[in-house]
């Protein structure tokens, strides 16, 4: 059963846009929802996370919002850079469990 | 501060030995989780240790293992080896917040492990 699911699985965006990815969630008790971004041969590092008492983050470039009664939460890449392109994951915890559950991941492209 | 580390970076094992990762969490840090990564299934959670003992475990069969030492240091094994084992190893390290709630983890470079 995926509690986390995320789309679209691959993305390619014009330097400067906007990338956009989403990812929807089962389990109500996740109570923290962070999102990592990972390149080839590196482990997922931590770009910015969420908690549900607030309804959206921005640290620089990057911005999660959050829609608590949709469990759903999005990521945002404004003025997306060649070199934001690698793997995204989205990511729940929570409850009495602290493991991660990762969405599937999306593959971002960015073209110069 | 060091991040987390992991040895070896890589490993090339046959079907039916068996292997140890090893994790050094970030200073300070008491929790050691270790995750499998691969192309079809993705991240999967193994099991999560918090002062030496394990507090949660994944759907991973019996031949998946670990312990934690007494100084947070943090050892996977996995017994009889399948090809199917073949995937990148990480662990990640967090500083577990007072009342538990859940904290960021922080994710080491991974072993890869090739299985043939």
């Known amino acids: 059963q995926q509690q986390v699911k995320q789309s679209p699985q691959s993305l390619i965006v014009q330097k400067g846009g906007i990338s956009i990815i989403n990812c929807a969630y089962e389990?109500?008790?996740?109570?923290?929802f962070p999102w990592y971004q990972q390149f080839p041969g590196k482990g997922p590092a931590l770009l910015i996370a969420?908690?549900?008492?607030?309804s959206e983050k921005k640290e620089g470039r990057f911005t999660i919002s959050f829609n608590k009664s949709a469990k759903q939460f999005s990521l945002h890449i404004m003025d997306s850079q060649p070199g934001d392109s690698a793997t995204y994951f989205c990511?729940?915890?929570?409850?009495?469990?602290?493991?991660?559950?990762f969405g599937k991941g999306t593959l971002l492209t960015v073209n110069p | 501060k060091a991040g987390v580390t992991q040895t070896p970076r890589y490993l090339i094992k046959t079907r039916g030995q068996q292997v140890t990762l090893s994790c050094s969490p970030i200073?300070?840090?008491?929790?050691v989780s270790w995750y499998q990564q691969t192309p079809g299934q993705g991240l999967q959670f193994l099991f999560e240790?918090?002062?030496?003992?394990?507090?949660n475990k994944g759907n991973f069969p019996g031949r998946f293992s670990g312990r934690q030492f007494s100084n947070s240091r943090s050892e996977m094994n996995v017994s009889t080896l399948e090809l199917g084992d073949s995937a990148l190893y990480l662990c990640?390290?967090?500083?577990?917040?007072?009342?538990?709630?859940?904290?960021?983890?922080?994710f080491g470079p991974g072993t890869r492990l090739t299985v043939l």
């Open positions: 200073s300070g840090h008491r929790s």
């Open positions: 389990n109500t008790a996740f109570d923290y």
């Open positions: 240790y918090f002062s030496e003992t394990q507090r």
């Open positions: 990511a729940a915890s929570g409850g009495s469990n602290y493991k991660l559950t």
């Open positions: 990640a390290s967090s500083l577990l917040i007072a009342g538990g709630m859940t904290d960021t983890q922080y």
């Open positions: 969420i908690r549900p008492d607030v």
